[in-house]
């Protein structure tokens, strides 16, 4: 079965940085479209941030570029997504999503990691 | 940007009732068009695909139809499980954008 695990969410204070790591299982990981999806409380969802199969093309929110790097690391079947300067509303629940067939539709989930920016 | 525009924005429905969701896009999409199912703490899940195409393992009371730049998700008959809010994702072109969704709550 395929199997998203997020981790690495948190209390960060604003400006502040924070790296989430997505682990993959159940999948042949290298060959699939990875992306980073967020939904703040009581919101409705948000594509963030993708990247290929073999990280060589990656794609971002306008309005989280400059501030966001997604990157893979085929080896260890995980996905990360950097995130600086963090705003109060950045806080969200992140979610890692797999592609169907490198379509970017969203097929599998993660359970989502809570980043909550506050001083 | 693709601007996603879902409507109702709430439903309220009956276990047995037909349901209907409307998703317009700002421009023609050529039917890269999924829906997906949240409920509450959850993650989404993936229910259609290229507008119609029904996900493995999704019941066939779901339907997708339309083209251009409306489309809909239909519930024959809905089930207890189908209370959830639904959105709809397009990703014809970047950035993917999602619909700001419809909750069916029971009546």
């Known amino acids: 079965d395929v199997q998203l695990v997020e981790s690495g969410g948190g209390l960060v204070q604003p400006g502040g940085s924070l790296r989430l790591s997505c682990g993959a299982s159940?999948?042949?990981?290298?060959?699939?479209?990875m992306s980073w999806v967020r939904q703040a409380p009581g919101k409705g969802l948000e594509w963030v941030a993708n990247i290929k199969e073999d990280g060589s093309v990656k794609y971002y929110l306008d309005s989280m570029k400059g501030r966001l790097t997604i990157s893979r690391d085929n080896a260890r079947n995980s996905l990360y997504l950097q995130m600086n300067s963090l705003r109060v509303d950045d806080t969200a629940v992140y979610y890692c999503a797999r592609d169907y067939r490198d379509d970017h539709f969203f097929a599998y989930w993660g359970q989502g990691a809570l980043v909550t920016v506050s001083s | 940007d693709i601007q996603m525009t879902q409507s109702p924005s709430t439903l309220s429905a009956s276990v047995g009732d037909r349901v209907t969701i409307t998703c317009r896009a700002s421009?023609?999409?050529?039917?890269?068009l999924a829906w997906y199912q949240q409920k509450p703490g959850k993650a989404p899940k993936f229910l259609i695909y290229k507008a119609s195409s029904l996900q493995s393992g999704v019941p066939s009371r779901f339907s997708g139809s339309g083209s251009g730049t409306e489309y809909t998700l239909t519930i024959s008959s809905l089930q207890s499980d189908d209370f959830a809010t639904y959105y709809c994702q397009q990703a014809k072109s970047y950035p993917l954008t999602f619909g700001g969704g419809t909750k069916v709550e029971i009546k």
């Open positions: 421009q023609n999409i050529y039917n890269w």
């Open positions: 159940g999948f042949t990981f290298s060959s699939s479209w």
